[in-house]
């Protein structure tokens, strides 16, 4: 079945700790996102790739770091330098849009870190 | 600045009838989508319905109708026939211009819970 795989769902890191949040597509998408959400928030965009070696900071990049070294994968890492980590993040992916069109973001099923 | 409005932190509706969910934005762009997305208290986002700027018609799909009514800067999501597994978080989003992204603006959200 195609689709995004997050993992882990779960995860809890002790405070100066960076971590990494995986994220993989199968579904042949070129561009990559990762948002995230505090509760009773909407999606907040963190950073954005639409092809593999390049990635663009979204609104709240700060404190934040990826990597697309495959087409496929995009991991999230999140550094001792970003000051209220505990949230969930949720890992997207789309078609490349060629114009005005549906071209809808498919999402993971996200993973909630705490930092404890 | 482009912004998404839901006013309606909590929604309740009867099993069978229908509901509005409203939505407002913000944007000076002429070329812009809108869209929704579920979410489960499982966490993955949904994807509903789409409504282009362009589009003369509203969008439908199976249950889900969007009223767009684009003077007001309005996409209001109608549900049809609410069933007991409608009961979720609801999703008003906004793609911003974004040169082949999808780069997605959110807004706070509604939770609908549906009442047998």
């Known amino acids: 079945d195609g689709g995004i795989t997050q993992s882990p769902k779960y995860l809890f890191r002790k405070e100066g700790q960076n971590v990494t949040l995986s994220c993989e597509q199968n579904l042949n998408h070129d561009a990559m996102y990762w948002y995230r959400q505090d509760p009773g928030q909407g999606l907040r965009l963190i950073y954005y790739?639409?092809?593999?070696?390049?990635?663009q900071k979204g609104d709240i990049a700060e404190g934040y770091s990826v990597s697309r070294e495959k087409k496929e994968s995009f991991p999230l890492t999140v550094t001792s330098a970003q000051k209220n980590p505990t949230a969930f993040y949720l890992c997207?992916?789309?078609?490349?849009?060629?114009?005005?069109?549906?071209?809808?973001?498919?999402f993971g099923q996200g993973t909630r870190l705490t930092v404890v | 600045a482009q912004k998404i409005t839901q006013t309606q932190p909590g929604m309740f509706v009867q099993e069978k009838e229908a509901v509005t969910l409203d939505c407002t934005y913000d944007?000076?762009?002429?070329?812009?989508?809108l869209f929704w997305y579920k979410q489960p208290s499982s966490g993955e986002m949904i994807f509903l319905i789409y409504?282009?700027?362009?589009?003369?018609q509203n969008a439908t799909e199976g249950r889900y109708s969007l009223n767009f009514q684009k003077a007001r800067k309005s996409a209001n999501l109608v549900i049809s026939a609410s069933q007991l597994g409608d009961s979720a978080m609801y999703f008003c989003a906004m793609r911003r211009p974004s040169g082949g992204y999808n780069k997605l603006i959110f807004g706070a959200g509604t939770r609908l819970a549906v009442h047998p």
């Open positions: 997207a992916s789309s078609t490349r849009l060629a114009g005005e069109g549906n071209t809808e973001a498919f």
């Open positions: 790739s639409q092809i593999v070696n390049d990635f």
């Open positions: 409504q282009g700027s362009y589009d003369e």
């Open positions: 944007t000076s762009d002429q070329s812009y989508g």
